[in-house]
């Protein structure tokens, strides 16, 4: 069972859940996020959220290499699986271009955004969770 109060790891994220239905991904430094990594980091994505749909805010303003395969298999409905909207917070133009090619290329199912801050992103989040019925 997941302890809210102490952050989960895998090889390449920090999850934690800041407020009901809302989860928290970190993308840590000099990752590399194969297919494997991303589909443990959904797998734990379920746990923490019970199983219950989410919203995400993810931390991609450190630099990682995410393959092929994984971009790909990370926009269909069996990786989002109960994921409603996604948050992606950059801080740089090579994760702005990365994210923006998966979001018009791969097509996520979840809505998903990007954002410069997390205080904007958390905001969209909150107004996305508001409208679905968790």
């Known amino acids: 069972m997941f302890d809210s109060r102490n952050p989960v790891f895998t090889k390449c994220a920090k999850f934690s859940v ?28 379920l746990e923490i959220t019970n199983g219950k749909k989410f919203v995400a805010l ?30 992606i917070v950059v801080n740089s133009t ?10 018009q290329f791969h097509k996520p199912i979840a809505k998903t955004r990007l954002f410069s801050d997390e205080k904007s992103a958390l905001e969209w989040l ?9």
Request: glycine share 4%; net charge negative.
């Open 126 to 134: 909150r107004d996305q969770k508001n409208n679905i019925i968790f």
């Open 18 to 45: 800041l407020e009901d239905g809302v989860l928290s991904i970190q993308l840590l430094a000099n990752c590399e996020i194969d297919l494997s990594e991303s589909k443990l980091m959904q797998k734990v994505s």
């Open 94 to 103: 090579a994760n702005r271009l990365v994210g923006n090619f998966i979001i």
């Open 58 to 87: 993810i931390d991609a303003r450190e630099a990682f290499f995410v393959s092929k395969e994984s971009r790909e298999w990370g926009s269909t409905a069996e990786a989002q699986k109960n994921m409603v909207a996604q948050a």
